[in-house]
Every structure is written in structure tokens, then in C-alpha cells.
């Protein structure tokens, strides 16, 4: 009896980490090893992904989308991504792919940052990237970006709003708000930068904008916890925001859902998030993870990759925050059928409404941030 | 005017829709939980049937394009899946706790997989329609008081919620007695399952309109600890998961405006159930039962 029950249990073990791993297997790219196979002077690029993993419409897609774009361009052949499910498995799928002669090994995300360190060291004679952290190798170049400028020029443009409240969504109390997922530095980078500009706009316009912020948690499932999201983005609007900004990975999701409720606006993050709820999502902090990834393959090409940070910034569009027409994932959403013409329409038509006065301070004020002459302040520079 | 500013802030009536909004997955789950423990297996997959239930209501509403449907087969999908755990710690006598966690573990994993084969991603499902509110609530936050009743009315007042609590205090007594402590564990883990999925559904279809992976983010967890809070009452299962539901809500609107850190008001329900356990506040007892496999004429 004794041997049976623990068969049983076994068996249901075994289960789950089948049904746990093969998330990640499974989706990998199908015609990888083939083509491999037959074209093998090419070169071969394989991908870590961070949580949320391929379809997190934010940090993952965009990556992906890089690579897509590298491939069509025929730069690579093919690529390979793998999803780790947990932090603890990233080492061994970076180490897997640098075993498998990949050329170019990427590592998506803060939390990769050890488990590169240490299987860049293993391998010496490939290469590798990580995006949102430094790693100190010779074969590692680390890709970051400026998201303080970011959300500096994003904390302008609604603290510029809030006081349009002839704009329908707007009300009349001057409060924005910010929703962070996790409570840690990287996050607080974001909310220095966006409080940052609402308090530029303060001073530079008279006004007096206030911004609310609040944090889902401080573990990493309050970067999936959608409900909680919404909960927060719903006690913010009550308290007189009109306009909510979100460094909260999937958490944001809660967001777009009370924005439409309320009949208010969300600003998404990452990756262009506009289309998720149409004419609802003003814009988006778009970091182009893409163009950096794209960017580093190319070196790899061109063989003139090389190790260090390579910081992105709102120059050459590194990072982007689009006030008019549609942006990229909103476009591949509308070739792909995911949202209806009419929906692109609601989106063309939200962006018109935004005064012309604001998008050229706006420009302005990104155009001050480049040269050089708008001190943003950096959290991360700060507590260090 | 400080202080007033604060208190308006934290006294009205959205601080109050808040609480019950969050408390209703929980209140939910720990009604599954007491039905499970009630009987005499502690069902620590509630997390697990919750993420399922979430899951599946989002899938049955994208076919369907109805919600109800969808919670309707988040309920039935998950008391199958809470089948499982029966099937193996009732018929096999296994330990629970393992059961239950590879349950977790299986629900965590599989929702991801599936989200892959049937729409391609492995963060978030695609929006699809979702419950429309009944007045200021969604229909769930509603189902979940009556099924408060409910359980609070099968459990003390009809002969098989003494049924179920004999067999969970003392299975060779019921035993005995003719009752077959096997049917009654049963019915009682599958209702644990379904009461859990109904608050996987509340999230996914009621709450929000997407399924997002690992959405549930511990409040199965939560829930057990309202049961214990609640002392395997539902009506102190109620209660606590409203504290705790007031205690999240609250966090959230003094986030900036209190000199505290958030985390630290949230702790304070935790604070609590641990001291219900250690005896303090009123002695939290479980089931005697509780845990413990039934294996017929054994002493």
C-alpha cells in the first residue's frame, strides 16, 4: 500500500515538471535544428527570455521582435529562444545554448544578471549580451537604457494633460498617478524620472500637478498580479488621477482594465502597449529592445561586436514616446487581426485629440533632455 | 487637516468595494479549504485549483465568447482537477502536503503550456469577455457571500455537514457508525475544488478579462490562512478574509501618503494568524482528523 501511494505521488511529480519544462521546449523554434543543420556557416543566436516569457506584449515580444527582424534581413537563419519558468533555471539554459555553439548568446532581464556573469566566464569564446543589467566580461555586451529620460518625458506630457480637462477622460483635479510593480531600485528609477517631470511641468508651467504613486508589492509576483493592479489603478483614480503610468509588467494589465472602466488613461511601458485597450492608452515608454538586439547581431555580422554598455537613450529612438500615429506592436496588432480597423481608428483618433501645443513641448523638452540641459535625475546613480 | 485628509482618504466607500473585492477570491478559497479540512484533507492546493479555474474560465469564454460558461467550466474543471489530489490522498493514502504541492506545481506549469498551444504566448491570454457588473459588483463577489451561507448552513445544520465533520474529527467513530468516510472525503475535496475554481473565475473573468500567468500570486496561500484565522468556520472565514482584504485595500491608498512602509501594514493580518495559531487571540484547533488518512480497521 505504502509503495503504491508513493508510485502515485511520484508519478504526479513527475507530471508537473514534465508539464513545467515543457513550457519552455516545446515553444522553441521549430525549424531551428534543421536549418541549422544545413546552413551551419550561419550564424546562430539564441535567446533567454525573463518571466512573462514570449506574449508578454512588453520586454520579451520586443526582443523577439529584433531578432525576427535580424532574421528576415538575413542576417541570422534562424534563432533560438528558450523560456525559463523560474529564476533558478536561467544559468542552465544560458550554459545549454553556449554548449550548443551558439554565437551569440542574450540574456533578457535584471535577474539574469549572475547566472550570465558566471556562464560568460565558462565560455569565453562566445559571445553574449544581457539587456537591462551590466555584466563586467570581455564577451558580454551589456545593453541598458535611459529610462529616467523616459519617464521624465512621459511625467511631462501628463502632468501637461491633467490640466486639459476639456479633453473628455480628463477630470478636473490636477493629479496623475504611477503604478510599480515590484517595489526596487530599477522601478524607482522609472517613478523618480516620471515624478521628476510632472515637477518640471510644475515649475516650468505654474501648475500644481500632484503625483500619486503606489507599488503592488515587493516580491516578483506583483509583477504578474493584474488584480491587485487594477485595484491600485482604481483607488488612484478615484483619489482624482486621470492619467496612471506603469513600470508593472503584467501587473499593467489591471490598469488598462480600470482605465477603460473609469473612462480614464493609462500610459504603458516597455514595449508599445497602445493597442491592448484601444483609445485608452495615451502612449507608451517604448525601450526598443528590439533595435538594441537587432543592433547587436548586426555587430556580430559586421564582426565588429564588442564588449561594455551600450546605453540607449531617447536619441536614435532607443527609447520612444510616440504622441501621434500608430506604433509598432499597435501596427503588427492590426496586420495580424489582434485589434479591428476601427480599433486602429480609436487609437489615430485618441492620438489627433492631444493638442499640437503639447506634442511641441513635448519635443521641446526631449530635444533639452538630449543636449544635455535638463538635469534628470537618476535613482539608481543616486543610491549607489 | 492632515490627519482628516488621511482618514477620508481611507474611510469611504471605494476603501470598502476594494475590501470586498479582494476578499472574494479568498473568501472563496477558504471555503474550499474549510470544506476539505472539515473532512480531514488538508488541501494546500487551493493555489493550484484557484490558477486552474482562472485559466480555464478565460478559454471556455474565448470559444464561447460567454463568461458564464466560463465560470461554469472553471467550476467543473477544477473540482476534476481537485480529483486528483482525492484520488490520491484518499484511495492511496499519500501524504497531502506532497499531493498538494505537485498539484500547485502541475497547475503553475500546465496553464503556461496550454497558453502556449492554444494562443501562442505564455504571458498573457488575449482579452475576452468578461462578467457584467450586477449594480457596483461583478455576480461573483455576490456568489461568494451566498455561498458563505451556504456552507455555514450544509456544514452545522444538515445531517451530512455532520457527517463531513465526524468523519474529519474521528473517521473510525463515523466508521463505525456506517457512514463511508471514503464518499463523504470525496464530495468534500471536489467542492473544495470547485468553490476555489469559482474564485480563479471571479480573477480572470470577473475582476479583469485576461488570464495572466501565475495571476492567483499566492492568494490560495492567503486563503489557507484565513481558514486557520477563521478557524474553520465560514462565517470567521468570512471575516478573515475581509481583514485581510480591508488590510490590502489599505496598503494600497496610504502607499505615500503615511511615512510607513506598505509592507508593513499588510504584514499586520499575517501578524494575527499567527498569533490565532500559537493560541493567543482564542486557540485555532483543526480538524483532529486533519491530514491524517483513513485506513479502515486500523487503530
Known amino acids: 500500500m505504502r509503495k503504491k501511494s508513493l508510485l502515485v505521488v511520484t508519478v504526479l511529480l513527475v507530471m508537473a515538471l514534465v508539464a513545467g519544462c515543457s513550457g519552455g521546449q516545446e515553444a522553441t523554434n521549430e525549424q531551428s535544428s534543421e536549418q541549422a543543420q544545413q546552413q551551419e556557416e550561419e550564424l546562430k543566436v539564441g535567446i533567454v527570455l525573463s518571466s512573462g516569457g514570449k506574449g508578454d506584449k512588453s520586454f520579451n515580444d520586443s526582443a523577439l521582435r529584433g531578432l525576427s527582424r535580424a532574421e528576415e534581413e538575413g542576417l541570422i537563419s534562424n534563432y533560438k529562444y528558450l523560456e525559463p519558468k523560474q529564476v533558478s533555471v536561467v544559468e542552465k539554459n544560458l550554459r545549454f545554448l553556449a554548449e550548443n555553439g551558439y554565437d551569440l548568446v542574450i540574456g533578457v532581464g535584471f535577474m539574469q544578471k549572475d547566472a550570465l556573469t558566471k556562464v560568460s566566464k565558462e565560455f569565453p569564446d562566445t559571445n553574449f549580451a544581457i539587456v537591462d543589467e551590466v555584466v563586467e566580461n570581455d564577451n558580454v555586451a551589456s545593453i541598458t537604457f535611459k529610462e529616467h529620460h523616459g519617464s521624465f518625458l512621459t511625467g511631462a506630457f501628463a502632468a501637461l494633460m491633467t490640466n486639459r480637462d476639456e479633453i473628455e477622460g480628463i477630470n478636473e483635479q490636477q493629479v496623475v498617478g504611477f503604478l510599480g510593480g515590484m517595489d526596487m531600485p530599477l522601478i524607482h528609477k522609472f517613478e523618480l524620472g516620471y515624478t521628476s517631470g510632472v515637477e518640471y511641468i510644475n515649475k516650468t508651467e505654474g501648475t500644481n500637478v500632484k503625483a500619486k504613486v503606489a507599488y503592488a508589492g515587493s516580491s516578483p509576483d506583483a509583477f504578474n498580479d493584474p488584480a491587485k493592479g487594477k485595484e491600485i489603478a482604481l483607488a488612484q483614480y478615484n483619489a482624482g488621477a486621470d492619467i496612471i503610468y506603469h513600470a508593472s509588467g503584467g501587473t499593467g494589465g489591471g490598469l488598462f482594465n480600470a482605465a477603460q472602466k473609469e473612462n480614464h488613461f493609462a500610459i504603458g511601458v516597455d514595449s508599445d502597449q497602445d493597442y491592448i485597450a484601444p483609445g485608452f492608452i495615451l502612449t507608451t515608454m517604448q525601450k526598443r529592445v528590439d533595435n538594441a538586439v537587432y543592433d547587436v547581431v548586426q555587430s556580430l555580422k559586421n564582426d565588429n561586436f564588442t564588449a561594455g554598455v551600450k546605453e540607449y537613450g531617447l536619441e536614435k529612438e532607443g527609447i520612444k514616446v510616440s504622441l501621434s500615429g500608430l506604433a509598432p506592436m499597435t501596427k503588427a496588432a492590426l496586420e495580424s487581426g489582434d485589434i479591428t480597423e476601427e480599433q486602429a481608428d480609436k487609437i489615430r483618433e485618441m492620438k489627433e485629440m492631444i493638442p499640437s501645443e503639447i506634442k511641441d513641448k513635448i519635443k521641446k523638452i526631449r530635444d533639452k533632455i538630449i543636449a544635455g540641459e535638463i538635469d534628470v535625475p537618476n535613482y539608481l546613480e543616486q543610491n549607489n | ?299
Open chain 2, 1 to 299: 487637516m492632515e490627519i482628516l485628509e488621511v482618514l477620508k482618504q481611507i474611510f469611504n466607500l471605494q476603501t470598502f468595494s476594494s475590501t470586498l473585492r479582494m476578499a472574494t477570491p479568498l473568501i472563496l478559497a477558504a471555503l474550499g479549504g474549510i470544506f476539505s479540512e472539515r473532512s480531514g484533507v488538508i488541501n494546500i492546493a487551493l493555489e493550484g485549483m484557484m490558477l486552474a479555474g482562472a485559466f480555464v474560465a478565460v478559454v471556455v469564454s474565448h470559444f464561447t465568447a460567454s463568461p458564464w460558461l466560463g465560470v461554469v467550466g472553471a467550476v467543473i474543471f477544477s473540482g476534476l482537477f481537485a480529483l486528483i489530489h482525492a484520488v490520491v490522498s484518499i484511495e492511496y493514502h499519500a501524504k497531502q502536503v506532497v499531493s498538494g504541492v505537485a498539484l500547485n506545481m502541475l497547475a503553475a506549469g500546465g496553464t503556461v503550456f496550454l497558453l502556449n498551444i492554444l494562443f501562442n504566448t505564455s504571458g498573457t491570454s488575449p482579452s475576452v469577455n468578461s462578467l457584467s457588473y450586477w449594480g457596483n459588483f461583478k455576480p461573483t463577489v455576490y456568489l461568494a457571500l451566498v455561498a458563505v451561507g451556504i456552507t455555514y448552513y450544509i456544514l452545522f445544520y444538515t445531517s451530512f455537514g455532520l457527517r463531513v465533520r465526524s468523519v474529519g474529527e474521528h473517521p473510525h467513530a463515523a466508521d463505525s457508525l456506517g457512514i463511508s468516510v471514503k464518499k463523504i472525503r470525496y464530495i468534500c475535496v471536489v467542492t473544495s475544488g470547485m468553490l476555489a475554481g469559482l474564485g480563479g473565475a471571479h480573477m480572470s473573468v470577473g475582476t479583469l478579462d485576461v488570464f495572466r500567468e501565475g495571476m492567483t500570486a499566492g492568494r490560495g496561500f492567503i486563503a489557507l490562512a484565513a481558514m486557520i484565522f477563521g478557524k474553520w468556520h465560514p462565517v470567521g472565514a468570512l471575516g478573515a478574509s475581509l481583514l485581510f482584504g480591508f488590510f490590502q485595500a489599505l496598503q494600497i491608498r496610504l502607499q505615500g501618503v503615511l511615512p510607513i512602509p506598505g509592507e508593513f501594514i499588510q504584514m499586520i493580518p499575517y501578524i494575527f494568524t499567527v498569533i490565532a495559531l500559537a493560541g493567543v487571540i482564542g486557540k485555532a484547533t483543526p480538524p483532529q482528523a486533519s491530514g491524517k488518512p483513513f485506513k479502515k480497521g486500523e487503530r
